[in-house]
């Protein structure tokens, strides 16, 4: 299914007709901070393999997840229902994050790092609530 999609991106106006999910920028950028979550995790107390870290991974995998399966749907509607849901799994990623680090999990992680991912985390909750926006009141 051909959509015309905005990428996020307000300032420069992008907008391009989209074929594949792959070729979406908030979907490659939510693949980026899903393989960054999975290289921090691995710094994280052994206790936490099953708790926190296991959370924190399906969390940022559901955000990619969502976005491709959202736009593979026959409707509109349906996208914007599957962008809701990576919207709510960023959300739940970032007080993850938030919590990890307030539990000084990222000792071994370096300030510059965790806040790449952090800015990672908001960019993407402003690209996917712009695509929301868009299509939401072209329907």
Do not use: C
Request: aromatic share 8%; net charge neutral; glycine share 8%.
């Amino acid at each position: 299914m051909k959509r015309e999609q905005g990428t996020g991106n307000r300032e420069q106006g992008e907008i391009m007709a989209v074929n594949d999910f792959k070729d979406l920028v908030v979907w490659k950028k939510s693949m980026e901070l899903a393989k960054g979550i999975y290289g921090l995790v691995k710094y994280f107390p052994k206790e936490e393999t099953y708790g926190l870290s296991d959370q924190m991974r399906r969390a940022a995998v559901s955000i990619p997840s969502n976005i491709a399966e959202g736009h593979a749907r026959q409707t509109t509607k349906d996208y914007i229902r599957f962008l809701y849901i990576a919207r709510g799994s960023r959300a739940e990623l970032e007080t993850q994050l938030l919590l990890a680090k307030d539990l000084g999990y990222f000792q071994a992680v370096s300030e510059q790092d965790l806040d790449s991912l952090l800015a990672l985390t908001d960019e993407i909750g402003r690209m996917l609530f712009s695509i929301i926006t868009k299509l939401t009141s072209e329907s």
